[in-house]
């Protein structure tokens, strides 16, 4: 079976035959019934950071450091040990390259193959970060706690910079900030009832 395959037929908003496939714009917000309190923490693995440093399931988490403070290792231990039910990692350009060793852990933490999805940009592209959140969303709207790291975002300033050498002016200035705001935990459209989070971590 196929996602364009017709799995129902019933006459609902103008539409009678109905597929698996749901076509949506990564710019555009997808609705939700409403926002919700985020009060179950995101656990880390890592007693420290737990301890001293808690985050909640369904906010923005930001891993702060210089080049070399191994704010890569923070993220991939996020991945293999959170309480989240799945996980979105996304590796920005030289990350990519570093995606190659998470890969090759994967075998060796079998919960984690089927819970994770690897996103590999190869530039900085700015514009992958709203294919980033759709997927997110996506997992999220089927009734799931969503970790997305974005590894590392300081990198999407750097290609807006670039771009804006060349057209002498900033684009999508408030864009970055839009991508945080995605984060939040909702209760989803459409039955049955069902709540689901998206948290995101940038390093």
């Not at 990564?26 to 923490?41: G, S, Y």
């Not at 399931?57 to 080049?67: E, L, R, S």
């Not at 819970?115 to 530039?123: E, R």
Request: net charge neutral.
């Amino acid at each position: 079976m196929f996602v364009e395959d017709v799995v129902l037929e019933t006459e609902f908003d103008g539409k009678k035959k109905h597929t698996m496939l749901k076509i949506w714009s990564v710019r555009q917000t997808q609705p939700v019934v409403e926002k919700l309190a985020a009060n179950h923490p995101l656990l880390i693995g890592q007693r420290a950071l737990d301890s001293l440093y808690p985050c909640v399931q369904g906010g923005a988490t930001a891993i702060p450091g210089a080049f070399g403070y191994e704010k890569t290792v923070i993220s991939q231990s996020l991945s293999k040990f959170s309480n989240s039910d799945d996980i979105v990692y996304v590796g920005i350009d030289q990350r990519g390259n570093e995606m190659a060793k998470v890969l090759r852990d994967l075998p060796q933490v079998k919960y984690l193959i089927s819970h994770l999805l690897n996103v590999i940009n190869h530039k900085n592209y700015f514009i992958v970060k709203n294919v980033n959140i759709t997927l997110s969303k996506y997992f999220r709207d089927v009734g799931y706690n969503i970790a997305m790291m974005a590894d590392s975002t300081s990198r999407w300033p750097d290609a807006l910079h670039e771009i804006s050498g060349r057209l002498a002016e900033m684009p999508a200035g408030t864009r970055l900030v839009s991508f945080y705001e995605c984060a939040g935990r909702v209760r989803c459209l459409d039955n049955p009832e069902r709540e689901g989070s998206v948290s995101i971590v940038g390093a």
